[in-house]
């Protein structure tokens, strides 16, 4: 049997050519330097971090450079397809804030170098095996999974490579006669590639993130077709990358091993091979033994995306941190220009780093508080609103119980060149104003040390007694300051450091008491502007509830 009849006998159902195929995706009419960029997850309704951090790459250089960037799915192994695990990729993309121009939507799909389902493909990678295995360069092999694990302990026993290669590669060169017995059996069968490779041989690759590097050949006679007729991801790569016309292929570090074999299909299929971006894993510190490792799906929820969606991460906070992973001038860049949108920083894969980014949680809270801080106001009421209803709907029907009030709280302290940074993530805007709602109040009445029962009492009544909403924060605290020197505190601060003998305490003390009665605890942002939010009856309220706690401590 010639390789020709071979391959129609194989495929009998594949009419169409490879030029046929290749007609109906014509070359890209872009602009010089445009770069085209896909992400090909798997759905398996485990997004992570790593496909955020290949997906904000992805995005910048296709978007940077007047490019395409498009969605894959690489739907090719059902065992770990899930349910739901296409949408999950859609909306959390879309909640990132990444847009693509093509690919898999969530009303079908968009583009014309479809279809962008790796299951809807199969016609068109079998058209190509077809074409291989018609020129002599792909072969059925009919081993059996017994067949190839007595291989596999056969090369451990005698210390060799593991693999389909050279005496291994047993149905490489079987006469036509004994491949005609088996397909005449039903045995079923995977298609392998042709390697024409040697270990004994080097190649160069350069890398636009590792570099320059030397590659062993691969000389394994890979898969790629399975026995269901579906590709490997190997051969699938190459079929579509070459096809939807990728220019630049971003992906974890994991696939460099590999890379000799896409790089041998490229050239056996006749085309040119996209750029490669390998970049680094992710890794952490690890709190036990204090060393570097991997972030492990098991150990670390903050590994999958869904962590940063249910915490209440804003996305912009999330991908600003990602960048400073990824580009290492970026931190400097943002310094600079605090308030320019993170699509100005001029992105470049020459400043990725090769080796593992160091992901760093206090880090991520730190660039999220700095962004939440630039905010305004009505922007953290909008996030807050639409996280607290999918993630809290009790806080959520408190949260916008007084919209206005619930804004006027939120807009203290912020704004001018240094805004208060409480909140790193929108699930620390419930403990940051529980205490404004009776609700969730949960007074703590600690009293600053130096402060007796008796003397908080009397401060409370006297504040009671003066207390006025409309106050300037100056005003109020003259009005402190009055009590303080009523009581045997001094008015300032210094006077009491000069001379602390002189006094009970300091002004500082006063306010805190007062701060502790309305909001139950010692930190809050300016009392003043708080109590102005509250109202005038819930402050007096809040002071009469915790002279009434006093009272009943003294009474014990
Ligand atoms: N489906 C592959 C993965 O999830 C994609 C790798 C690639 O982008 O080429 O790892």
Not at 284 to 304: C, F, V, W, Y
Not at 358 to 365: A, E
Request: glycine share 8%; proline share 6%; hydrophobic share 40%.
């Amino acid at each position: 049997m010639e390789y020709g009849i071979l391959a129609d006998r194989l495929f009998s159902h594949i009419t169409q050519t490879p030029e046929q195929v290749e007609a109906s995706y014509p070359r890209r009419q872009l602009p010089e330097g445009a770069q085209v960029t896909r992400m090909g997850p798997s759905p398996t309704g485990f997004m992570h971090l790593g496909n955020l951090y290949g997906a904000l790459v992805d995005e910048r250089l296709a978007h940077r450079t007047g490019g395409i960037f498009f969605l894959r799915i690489e739907d090719t192994d059902h065992k770990r397809e899930v349910a739901g695990g296409v949408e999950a990729i859609l909306s959390m993309f879309s909640a990132f804030g990444l847009p693509f121009d093509e690919g898999a939507a969530p009303a079908g799909e968009k583009g014309d170098y479809g279809p962008y389902y790796q299951s809807r493909r199969a016609e068109i990678y079998q058209t190509f095996a077809k074409s291989l295995v018609a020129q002599g360069m792909a072969y059925p092999c009919f081993c059996t999974e017994e067949e190839l694990a007595a291989a596999h302990a056969r090369q451990e026993a005698n210390k060799e490579n593991f693999g389909y290669y050279g005496p291994y590669a047993v149905w490489r060169d079987r006469p036509m006669e004994e491949i005609e017995a088996a397909l005449a059996k039903g045995l079923p069968y995977v298609i392998r590639f042709r390697s024409e490779g040697s270990i004994e041989n080097k190649l160069r690759h350069e890398d636009l993130v590792k570099g320059k590097m030397e590659l062993t050949e691969n000389d394994q006679d890979i898969v790629i077709l399975k026995s269901d007729g579906i590709p490997t991801y190997h051969f699938a790569h190459v079929v579509d990358d070459h096809l939807m016309g990728t220019t630049t292929v971003v992906r974890g570090e994991e696939w460099l091993a590999t890379l000799p074999v896409h790089l041998q299909l490229f050239r056996a299929m006749g085309w040119k091979p996209p750029r490669y971006a390998h970049t680094a894993q992710l890794m952490k510190i690890d709190e036990e033994t204090g060393g570097k490792r991997k972030l492990s799906k098991r150990k670390d929820p903050e590994l999958a995306l869904a962590f940063y969606a249910r915490e209440g991460y804003p996305a912009p906070c999330v991908l600003e941190y990602l960048m400073t992973l990824i580009n290492s001038n970026f931190e400097e860049w943002r310094r600079a220009n605090p308030d320019l949108p993170i699509n100005d920083f001029p992105f470049s894969t020459k400043k990725m780093g090769g080796s593992g980014a160091l992901f760093d949680m206090n880090k991520l809270r730190d660039v999220s508080k700095d962004v939440i801080s630039r905010m305004t106001a009505g922007a953290v009421y909008e996030a807050v609103e639409r996280w607290s209803a999918e993630n809290d709907p009790d806080f959520h029907a408190l949260f916008t119980r007084w919209p206005d009030k619930t804004r006027a709280f939120l807009a203290i302290g912020r704004g001018g060149r240094k805004p208060r940074k409480d909140l790193a993530v929108w699930a620390d805007v419930k403990p940051y104003m529980d205490f404004l709602f009776d609700e969730l109040f949960t007074p703590d009445y600690t009293l600053p040390e130096r402060v007796s029962v008796g003397d908080a009492q009397s401060i409370l009544r006297d504040f009671a007694g003066m207390f006025d909403q409309n106050d300037t924060p100056e005003a109020f605290f003259e009005k402190v300051k009055a009590i303080a020197a009523a009581h045997g505190y001094a008015a300032d601060t210094k006077a009491y450091k000069q001379d602390p003998g002189r006094y009970k305490g300091a002004v500082g003390d006063v306010s805190m008491v007062i701060r502790v009665a309305v909001a139950g605890r010692q930190n809050a942002p300016d009392l003043q502007s708080v109590m102005q939010v509250m109202g005038r009856e819930a402050v007096l309220s809040r002071l009469q509830r915790c002279l009434a706690a006093l009272g009943e401590e003294n009474c014990k």
